[in-house]
Each structure stands twice: as C-alpha cells, then as structure tokens.
T-cell receptor, first 112, second 109 residues
Framework: DAGITQSPRYKITETGRQVTLMCHQT?????MFWYRQDLGHGLRLIYY???????DKGEVPDGYVVSRSKTENFPLTLESATRSQTSVYFC???????????FGPGTRLTVL | SQQGEEDPQALSIQEGENATMNCSYK?????LQWYRQNSGRGLVHLIL?????REKHSGRLRVTLDTSKKSSSLLITASRAADTASYFC?????????FGTGTSLTVIP
C-alpha cells in the first residue's frame, strides 16, 4: 500500500535503553522529517533529511540519532532513553521543503 | 522559543457558524501551511500559502497571510461537526520547519 508507515505504534521502554522508531514511505519523496508532539509544545522538529545520506538537525535534536541509507526509510534512534523523551513521535515526508508534508500515524513512546 | 503560535488555544462554536483561528510567527518565512489533526491521528495538510501570496481559498477554507505583521488566519465557513479537530500552522523558514501549538476547535451539532 502506498503511504507512510511507522512502527511500532506503541512502545514502552525503560530509562537508559536504546530504542529505534521506524518510518517507511512508498512515494520516493526526497524529504523526510521526525517530530515529537507534547502537550503545550505542539510539534517540534527533531531531524529532517533532504535525501539519502543527508540529514540536518531540527529544533530539538539532542538525545536522538537518525540515518537515511535508503530514500524510503528514516529511522529515529534514542541511544539512551530518558523520561523526558516520553512523547508521540510523528514521521512525515514531502517532495520538496515547500510542499505539503504527509504524516504517518505516529508512535506513542513511554519511557519509564 | 516557539516560532508559531495559534490563537485562540481553544474554540467552541455551533454547527453552521464560521471559525477563525490565527497564527503568529517570529521570523521571515518561505511559506505557511495549515494542518488539521483529529484526536490520536497524524496531521493532514489543509492549505499552503506562499510568502508572496496574501489570500488563498480551498473549499470552505480561506487563509490570509500578512507578512508585515507576521501573521496568518484560517477561516472555516459553515462549520460541521466533522471539523472538530486541532488546527496547526506550520512555517518554513528555509532551513527549519516550525509548527505552532495549535487551536482546538469543537463544533457542536
């Protein structure tokens, strides 16, 4: 099916563990984005990628690592999860930075 | 600091009324977009307005942009219960993308 998918949809982990959130899109969009959504803050950009092997920091990149070896995948890794990283994470893609972004369904992450 | 902020934070109207929400931002932008989010779901794009445009329409949506005031407004006419959602503005500054904190709209049938 065409679209953008995220996995897992729900994840509970413990402080200090490494967690990887997956994002996959089938449109071959050049741009991909990771956001976190927290009450009172709206969505905040963590990282984005303009193409395979090109990534840039967003507003809140600390504690996160991304990679993009293939155009269709953009995994987000929390190397050592902290409670402050409990959030809903959204992945998005777009053809260009000025086009509409298409969002995945989100991953709800809880760090205990 | 937040690049985009919506006002009001929450809005409750009767079905059939118009809903207006505003977005203010701090730095120069290339374009501004509005998105809708239904509870527990991902965001859905509504409309994009470029920095050299002043007004844009799409169905029951009307967006205005005033770059001198660094503000935008989204008008939803003849609202429906299905319009109940959170609405976010998003700005593209060229190398960063910012979403506002959102306006929660409730349309009462």
């Amino acid at each position: 099916d065409a679209g953008i998918t995220q996995s897992p949809r729900y994840k509970i982990t413990e402080t200090g563990r490494q967690v990887t959130l997956m994002c996959h899109q089938t449109w071959s969009h050049s741009y991909m984005f990771w956001y976190r959504q927290d009450l009172g803050h709206g969505l905040r950009l963590i990282y984005y990628s303009a193409a395979a092997d090109i990534t840039d920091k967003g507003e809140v990149p600390d504690g996160y690592v991304v990679s993009r070896s293939k155009t269709e995948n953009f995994p987000l890794t929390l190397e050592s999860a902290t409670r402050s990283q409990t959030s809903v994470y959204f992945c998005a893609s777009s053809e260009s930075p000025w086009d509409e972004q298409f969002f995945g369904p989100g991953t709800r992450l809880t760090v205990l | 600091s937040q690049q985009g902020e919506e006002d009001p934070q929450a809005l409750s109207i009767q079905e059939g009324e118009n809903a207006t929400m505003n977005c203010s931002y701090k730095t120069s932008i290339n374009n501004l977009q509005w998105y809708r989010q239904n509870s527990g779901r991902g965001l859905v794009h509504l409309i994009l307005i470029r920095s050299n445009e002043r007004e844009k329409h799409s169905g029951r949506l009307r967006v205005t942009l005033d770059t001198s005031k660094k503000s935008s407004s989204l008008l939803i006419t003849a609202s429906r219960a299905a319009d109940t959602a959170s609405y976010f503005c998003a700005t593209d500054t060229g190398n960063q993308f910012y979403f506002g904190t959102g306006t929660s709209l409730t349309v009462i049938p």
